[in-house]
Protein backbone atom coordinates (compact mmCIF):
# COMPACT_ATOMS: atom_id res chain seq x y z
CA UNK A 1 0.00 0.00 0.00
CA UNK A 2 2.55 2.38 0.68
CA UNK A 3 4.79 1.82 -2.24
CA UNK A 4 2.03 2.04 -4.35
CA UNK A 5 1.02 5.18 -2.68
CA UNK A 6 4.71 6.35 -3.52
CA UNK A 7 4.42 5.35 -6.94
CA UNK A 8 1.30 7.12 -7.31
CA UNK A 9 2.79 10.56 -5.95
CA UNK A 10 6.37 10.20 -8.36
CA UNK A 11 3.91 9.54 -11.42
CA UNK A 12 1.86 12.61 -10.41
CA UNK A 13 4.61 14.48 -9.81
CA UNK A 14 6.48 13.53 -13.64
CA UNK A 15 2.68 14.25 -15.07
CA UNK A 16 2.72 17.58 -14.05
CA UNK A 17 6.59 18.92 -13.72
CA UNK A 18 6.87 20.02 -17.66
CA UNK A 19 9.22 17.99 -19.80
CA UNK A 20 10.77 21.64 -20.78
CA UNK A 21 12.57 21.77 -17.63
CA UNK A 22 14.35 17.84 -18.22
CA UNK A 23 14.13 17.84 -14.03
CA UNK A 24 13.54 13.83 -13.43
CA UNK A 25 12.69 12.58 -10.17
CA UNK A 26 15.67 11.07 -9.16
CA UNK A 27 14.70 11.05 -5.15
CA UNK A 28 15.08 7.84 -3.54
CA UNK A 29 11.23 6.16 -2.55
CA UNK A 30 12.64 5.31 1.00
CA UNK A 31 13.30 9.45 1.23
CA UNK A 32 8.89 9.68 0.68
CA UNK A 33 8.81 7.22 3.11
CA UNK A 34 7.91 8.22 6.62
CA UNK A 35 5.83 11.09 4.72
CA UNK A 36 4.07 8.15 3.51
CA UNK A 37 3.45 6.31 6.35
CA UNK A 38 2.37 9.41 8.34
CA UNK A 39 -0.40 9.86 5.33
CA UNK A 40 -1.69 6.13 5.95
CA UNK A 41 -2.41 7.15 9.45
CA UNK A 42 -5.07 9.63 8.83
CA UNK A 43 -8.65 8.62 6.93
CA UNK A 44 -8.17 10.53 3.60
CA UNK A 45 -9.20 9.82 0.29
CA UNK A 46 -6.79 8.18 -1.83
CA UNK A 47 -6.58 10.91 -4.26
CA UNK A 48 -5.87 13.54 -1.93
CA UNK A 49 -3.15 11.40 0.12
CA UNK A 50 -1.45 11.22 -3.46
CA UNK A 51 -1.74 15.09 -4.09
CA UNK A 52 -0.20 15.46 -0.59
CA UNK A 53 2.54 13.28 -1.03
CA UNK A 54 3.42 14.81 -3.99
CA UNK A 55 3.62 17.85 -2.67
CA UNK A 56 6.01 16.90 0.10
CA UNK A 57 7.98 14.82 -2.27
CA UNK A 58 8.51 18.09 -4.68
CA UNK A 59 9.61 20.44 -1.64
CA UNK A 60 11.79 17.55 -0.58
CA UNK A 61 13.38 17.17 -4.01
CA UNK A 62 13.82 21.09 -3.67
CA UNK A 63 15.68 20.70 -0.80
CA UNK A 64 17.99 17.84 -1.88
CA UNK A 65 18.80 19.92 -5.44
CA UNK A 66 19.92 22.65 -3.42
CA UNK A 67 21.32 20.63 -0.53
CA UNK A 68 25.28 20.97 -1.61
CA UNK A 69 25.30 23.89 -3.71
CA UNK A 70 28.01 25.52 -1.73
CA UNK A 71 30.46 22.52 -2.43
CA UNK A 72 29.53 22.62 -6.22
CA UNK A 73 32.19 25.44 -8.64
CA UNK A 74 31.03 27.23 -10.39
CA UNK A 75 29.43 26.25 -13.59
CA UNK A 76 26.83 24.21 -15.63
CA UNK A 77 26.56 22.23 -12.62
CA UNK A 78 26.03 24.49 -10.17
CA UNK A 79 23.22 26.38 -12.06
CA UNK A 80 21.01 23.32 -12.85
CA UNK A 81 21.22 22.19 -9.47
CA UNK A 82 19.98 25.78 -8.22
CA UNK A 83 17.51 26.39 -11.28
CA UNK A 84 16.24 22.67 -10.44
CA UNK A 85 15.77 23.69 -6.96
CA UNK A 86 14.01 26.82 -7.55
CA UNK A 87 11.59 25.42 -10.32
CA UNK A 88 10.76 23.16 -7.42
CA UNK A 89 10.03 25.30 -4.93
CA UNK A 90 7.70 27.32 -7.27
CA UNK A 91 6.24 23.90 -8.44
CA UNK A 92 5.10 23.11 -5.31
CA UNK A 93 2.90 26.22 -4.20
CA UNK A 94 1.79 25.80 -8.02
CA UNK A 95 0.20 22.32 -7.15
CA UNK A 96 -0.70 23.58 -3.60
CA UNK A 97 -2.58 25.80 -5.09
CA UNK A 98 -4.11 23.66 -8.48
CA UNK A 99 -5.04 21.46 -5.90
CA UNK A 100 -6.59 23.64 -3.57
CA UNK A 101 -4.70 22.43 -0.64
CA UNK A 102 -4.28 26.27 0.27
CA UNK A 103 -4.14 25.29 4.31
CA UNK A 104 -1.03 22.55 3.22
CA UNK A 105 0.39 25.64 1.40
CA UNK A 106 0.00 28.41 4.41
CA UNK A 107 1.18 25.67 7.24
CA UNK A 108 3.64 24.79 5.44
CA UNK A 109 5.65 27.67 3.45
CA UNK A 110 7.35 29.53 6.74
CA UNK A 111 8.43 26.11 7.72
CA UNK A 112 9.90 25.33 4.24
CA UNK A 113 11.42 29.30 4.32
CA UNK A 114 12.94 28.74 8.02
CA UNK A 115 14.59 25.59 6.64
CA UNK A 116 16.47 27.67 3.67
CA UNK A 117 17.30 30.16 6.24
CA UNK A 118 19.04 27.75 8.59
CA UNK A 119 20.97 26.30 5.78
CA UNK A 120 22.14 29.22 4.45
CA UNK A 121 23.29 29.50 7.88
CA UNK A 122 25.03 26.47 8.04
CA UNK A 123 22.70 24.70 10.20
CA UNK A 124 20.36 22.29 8.37
CA UNK A 125 17.31 21.22 9.96
CA UNK A 126 15.39 19.50 7.41
CA UNK A 127 13.98 17.57 9.57
CA UNK A 128 11.27 20.24 10.11
CA UNK A 129 9.63 19.58 6.80
CA UNK A 130 8.33 15.76 8.20
CA UNK A 131 7.41 17.60 11.52
CA UNK A 132 5.82 20.29 9.62
CA UNK A 133 3.72 18.09 7.58
CA UNK A 134 2.66 16.12 10.55
CA UNK A 135 1.66 18.64 12.46
CA UNK A 136 -0.43 19.64 9.36
CA UNK A 137 -1.82 16.35 8.92
CA UNK A 138 -3.19 16.41 13.12
CA UNK A 139 -4.18 19.88 12.93
CA UNK A 140 -6.42 18.89 10.34
CA UNK A 141 -7.67 15.62 11.86
CA UNK A 142 -8.80 17.67 14.57
CA UNK A 143 -10.53 19.84 12.91
CA UNK A 144 -12.32 17.78 10.96
CA UNK A 145 -13.15 15.37 13.52
CA UNK A 146 -14.28 18.43 15.58
CA UNK A 147 -16.45 19.45 12.64
CA UNK A 148 -18.14 15.84 12.65
CA UNK A 149 -18.90 16.13 15.88
CA UNK A 150 -21.10 19.14 15.60
CA UNK A 151 -23.23 17.88 13.29
Not at 6 to 16: N, P, S, T, W
Not at 46 to 69: F, G, N, T
Not at 119 to 146: I, Q, S, Y
Request: contains cysteine; aromatic residues 6%; proline residues 4%.
Amino acid sequence: MITALIQDAYRLLQGEISPETGIILDMEPKEALSAAQLLIKYDLPEERRIRLLSIYIAIKLALLRHQDCHLIEPGDVLTRQVLDGDYLYSFYVQLCLSCEEFDLLTHLAPTVKQIQIKRVDGRPEDERLEKAFEVFLRLEHHRNHGERRAI
